[in-house]
């Protein structure tokens, strides 16, 4: 009689533990190759801990309204001053950076997914590429903020609908970056050979086509994440954005214009952290570029 050993197995243990092992390693190379990443991704880290337990790092409430405190400069009982009636301009910047970062964050990925989808039929199928790059180079035709600012008027202005509104905008961008990469895979010999075997459609695109695309879309998912953050600042900059109860920093940024003179910290600090936190993840797009790219990498 023979029983099953399906169960704990050594031998792949050990290979699974060499896979990590040498992912870490690869990952910890890329590091030290590129100091501008570790700067982004430190910074990027610092602000998202921040923004997650602003409960626990912030003492005011960011609506609270104290009319006693009404333009107070930086000091030691408000870090960033306080605003035109009293509200903790720290607290609102660093509660406002939950919705600026899930905006970047949540546009970055439906961006990517739907680029990418849309790009692989559209560069491996030519009769529907015509149909579906006429569309792209019709929404890609109106000035990128005129067409959010459009789109933000008819659906109203909320968190998701902003997402929703950046995440139409810039998908063209990224199919046409996934169409171009694919448009030169496809002719590899070994796409030939899934097809010479009767491999299905779904199993090229997926399977052979689509992972020899990721480097460049992970490279533009970053900078899709900062034009994101900088998208929603400028909508809510201009009171079509995110409603003035949530606190962003783009809405901060346009209480803050009408202060300048009188109260400039309003509308500096929420300037600097943004400017920061984009040229962080730009930081991080560039090191991302140079790891991936062979022709750009910098490795010996």
């Known amino acids: 009689m023979t029983t099953s050993n399906r169960g704990f197995n050594p031998n792949e243990v050990r290979q699974a533990k060499g896979v990590g092992s040498r992912i870490y390693i690869q990952f910890m190379r890329m590091l030290k190759k590129n ?10 880290i610092l602000f998202t801990t921040l923004t997650i337990f602003a409960e626990f790092l912030v003492k005011y409430d960011p609506t609270a309204i104290e009319p006693i405190d009404r333009f107070m400069p930086p000091g030691a009982k408000h870090w960033f001053g306080s605003d035109v009636v009293g509200r903790d301009v720290y607290a ?18 439906f961006v990517t997914v739907a680029g990418l989808f849309i790009g692989l039929v559209s560069g491996y199928t030519p009769k529907l590429d015509i149909v579906i790059q006429r569309i792209m180079d019709a929404i890609m035709s109106f000035p990128t903020l005129l067409l959010a600012l459009a789109l933000i008027a008819m ?11 950046i995440t139409i905008v810039d998908t063209p ?4 970056i996934v169409r171009s990469a694919v448009l030169s895979v496809r002719e590899q010999q070994y796409i030939d050979a899934a097809r010479g075997i009767g491999a299905p459609v779904s199993r090229i695109l997926f399977n052979h086509i689509a992972p020899n695309t990721m480097a460049p879309v992970i490279v533009q998912a970053t900078y899709f994440f900062a034009a994101a953050i900088l998208t929603e600042a400028s909508l809510s ?8 109860e949530d606190p ?19 509308a500096f600090f929420p300037g600097l952290v943004l400017t920061i936190n984009v040229l962080a993840m730009n930081l991080v797009g560039d ?3 140079d790891a991936l790219d062979p022709k750009l990498s910098r490795s010996v």
Do not use: C, D, E, H
């Open 173 to 176: 961008r990224m199919v046409r």
């Open 35 to 44: 100091p501008n990443m570790i700067i982004g991704l430190v910074i990027l």
């Open 155 to 165: 659906l109203g202005g909320s968190v998701w609908n902003v997402i929703a509104v």
């Open 287 to 289: 090191g991302l570029r």
């Open 237 to 244: 900059f201009l009171g079509l954005g995110i409603p003035p």
């Open 92 to 109: 609102r910047v660093i509660y406002g950076g939950r919705v600026s970062l899930l905006v970047g964050f949540m546009v970055a990925t």
């Open 248 to 266: 962003s920093w783009g809405n901060i940024l346009s209480l803050g214009r009408k202060y300048l003179q009188q109260a400039f910290w309003i």
